[in-house]
Nanobody, 127 residues
Framework: QVQLVESGGGSVQAGGSLRLSCAASGYTYSSNYMGWFRQAPGKEREGVAA????????YYADSVKGRFTISRDNAKNTLYLQMNSLKPEDTAMYYC????????????????????WGQGTQVTVSS
C-alpha cells in the first residue's frame, strides 16, 4: 500500500502559478506510474498529467500542455505539479495517484489503473 499526501493548493489570480506536491510513503515500489487528476464541481475527474517513475516519461492532457509540468524527486519520494499561466477553468480539487500498469500512453488517464489516491488539495483560480 502507498500513502499519498498532497499539499500546495491555494487561491491565485489568473496568470499566476502554483506548485503542488505529493509525498509518497509505504510500498512505493509497487507503483510504476504516478499522476495528477482533478475534479471540478459538477464534472467528472480527469487526468491532468502522469509520469513513469522508472524512466521519467511524461504525459499531459491537452488542456494543460505547455503550462503544467509534472516531475518527481525519487530521493524524496515526492511528486510535483508545477502549474503556470493558470486559468479559472483550472479550478478544481487536485488528486495525486499511484498505480502499476504497462502501457502509459493509452492507460495513464484511466482512473481504474491507479490503486492509491491522496485526499486532494484545492486549487482556485480567480479571473
Amino acid at each position: 500500500q502507498v500513502q499519498l499526501v498532497e499539499s500546495g493548493g491555494g487561491s491565485v489570480q489568473a496568470g499566476g502559478s502554483l506548485r503542488l506536491s505529493c509525498a509518497a510513503s509505504g510500498y512505493t515500489y509497487s507503483s510504476n506510474y504516478m499522476g495528477w487528476f482533478r475534479q471540478a464541481p459538477g464534472k467528472e475527474r480527469e487526468g491532468v498529467a502522469a509520469i513513469y517513475t522508472g524512466g521519467g516519461t511524461t504525459y499531459y492532457a491537452d488542456s494543460v500542455k505547455g503550462r503544467f509540468t509534472i516531475s518527481r524527486d525519487n530521493a524524496k519520494n515526492t511528486l510535483y505539479l508545477q502549474m503556470n499561466s493558470l486559468k479559472p477553468e483550472d479550478t478544481a480539487m487536485y488528486y495525486c495517484a499511484a498505480g502499476r500498469f504497462f502501457n502509459g500512453r493509452y492507460q495513464w488517464q484511466e482512473e481504474h489503473n491507479y490503486n492509491n489516491w491522496g485526499q486532494g488539495t484545492q486549487v482556485t483560480v480567480s479571473s
